[in-house]
Nanobody
Framework: VQLVESGGGLVQPGGSLRLSCAAT????????MGWYRQRPGKERELVAV???????NYADSVKGRFSISEDNAKNTVSLQMNSLKPEDTAVYYC?????????WGQGTQVIVSS
């Protein structure tokens, strides 16, 4: 399974970005897909995950601002990020867990700065 990420970039505080991640190379549906991030000088942390069936979990720091959604038929998840803050600056990594594998994307940079 390979993960193809898109949507990072530079945005001003208060702005929005949408990240997408597509899992390719399998006909099976994922068990869990989500986004993690690694801020400068910090360890990688969970941002948001969604399970097959639609249940979600969010980090407290992004609740109410970020929203994760899925297209299970396409093994794709998206992360809508609103009201971005400078502390959201990080490399964002997609993760996908299938019954047979646990895969990571290469990461996409998000910079929130004026």
């Amino acid at each position: 399974v390979q993960l193809v990420e898109s949507g990072g970039g530079l945005v001003q505080p208060g702005g929005s970005l949408r990240l997408s991640c597509a899992a390719t190379g399998t006909i099976f549906s994922f068990n869990v897909m989500g986004w993690y991030r690694q801020r400068p000088g910090k360890e990688r942390e969970l941002v948001a995950v969604i399970r097959n069936g639609g249940s979600t979990n969010y980090a407290d720091s992004v609740k109410g601002r970020f929203s994760i959604s899925e297209d299970n038929a396409k093994n794709t998840v998206s992360l809508q990020m609103n009201s971005l803050k400078p502390e959201d600056t990080a490399v964002y990594y997609c993760n996908a867990i299938f019954s047979f594998s646990n895969s990571w994307g290469q990461g996409t940079q998000v910079i929130v700065s004026s």
